[in-house]
């Protein structure tokens, strides 16, 4: 099932000629854009099942198979990488988001829309592995934590905006203004994309093993598509076990093939270097815990505290900007003192808010809410960046796309499978409280359910978070292997 090696391998990169802080900026620009995004459409699914006239199941495909490609399509990205450049990879990506957003904002029916919201997904796809590796190959590994920081800044600070930011528009706009506001962002990124980027990948063409990518994308499809049904169905159903156990299997499948391929799509052997398996473990039990926390508190906010999905957005915003702003500080910090002096205390800084979230009632105070979910921003910045730059920098130049994908795929699998988790927990318990009371049609047992099923989700998200403090000690500052530097070049 090989396909044949096409053309030769390009020429060695330079590093030490190359102006970093052009393409710096058309990463960053790219990055706001589609991460953005990814936030905008979750306050406007109300006004789309009414405008649209399809049931909220129907509609919730938007975000489902928003995140279903992105865990398809990132595991291929590190193939990829080795057949296309930079460039091309950055701009093909930034096209298709706009096409995407063209598509999604010009839809008259859902069928469309549905279509704008894959093709934007295949962009980001395609853009987040890339936008990592270019940082990996740029940078020494002295320089990166600075760099990843700021890569950081604009990945945590722009859904943090993004409920805010919605919710305004939708106050006075219609949702179709989600995209439009997106497309001048999104042709200005092309660009300077266009004018700046530059190859600094190293194109080899390896072969690529069709049965690898089949097997990846039944794999990594089945079990992100199980777990996000999960979430909204139960586990019970047919559509949630199936596609998880084909998922299972065909996962295996593509481990047992690549492990024997000499050219793998997704190269397994970074799993030999000791801190990058640590860290790839650690950022999986911590992007569960993120992803489920972040869906779970708009639900506390909004289902206990009953306040609309604009102020809830409002009160979510400040721990965004302080997290977005932590970012490149943190990146700078583990420049200068390495990773255990900020993943084991943001680690703890984590479980201890993770503790604090199980005691909200309905009567906590939004400044209480407002300070314990910026103090678990803090920690989440103390740990993200600096973990995955301590993972990536001990893996030799070669495996660089192979280890991004693999991070980017777990961050995607790891956020479908904790926001299922969570939401079926608090769905559990919120059930068995209500089962239980003397009036469940009251709005204030409503508000109580919700609060006891909000409760014992956290309390899980606590006991996985005591898992990450335990995984964090084991962090060490990695050393780049065989000599290993980017160009010596500094920002210009």
Partial sequence: MNASHVGGASPKIDASRIKRGPIVFSLIIGAFVAVLNETLLGNALPDLVKELGVPYSTIQWLTTAYMLVIGVLVPVTAILQQWFTTRQMFLSAMILFFAGTLFAAVAPGFGLLLTGRVVQALGTGLMLPVMMNTILVIFPPEKRGGAMGLMGLVIMFAPAIGPTVSGLILDSLSWRWLFILVLPLAAFSVVIAAI???????ITKPKVDVFSILLSTVGFGGIVYGFSKAGESGWSKPEV??????????LLLFIW???????????LRAFKYPMFAIVTVLMFVLMMTLFSTMTLIPLYLQGALLLTAFKSGLILLPGGVVNGIMAPIAGKLLDKFGPRVLVIPGLVLVAITLYLFTGFEISTGTGYIITVHIL??????????????TGLNQLPPQLYPHGTAILNTLTQVSGAIGAALF?????????NYLESSSDPTSLTEQAQGVVA???QSFWIGFVISLVAVVIGFFIRRTKAPEGQAAGSADMH
């Fill in 423 to 431: 939401i079926s927990i608090m769905s559990m318990g919120t059930k």
């Fill in 376 to 389: 678990l921003l803090i920690g989440i910045s103390m740990v993200m960046m600096p973990a995955q730059t």
């Fill in 241 to 250: 076990y199936w596609p998880m156990i084909v998922g299972g299997i065909a």
């Fill in 196 to 202: 700046f980027l530059r190859n600094v990948s190293e």
């Fill in 453 to 455: 099923g909000v409760h």
């Fill in 257 to 267: 093939r690549q492990l024997r391929l000499k050219q793998p799509v997704m190269d």
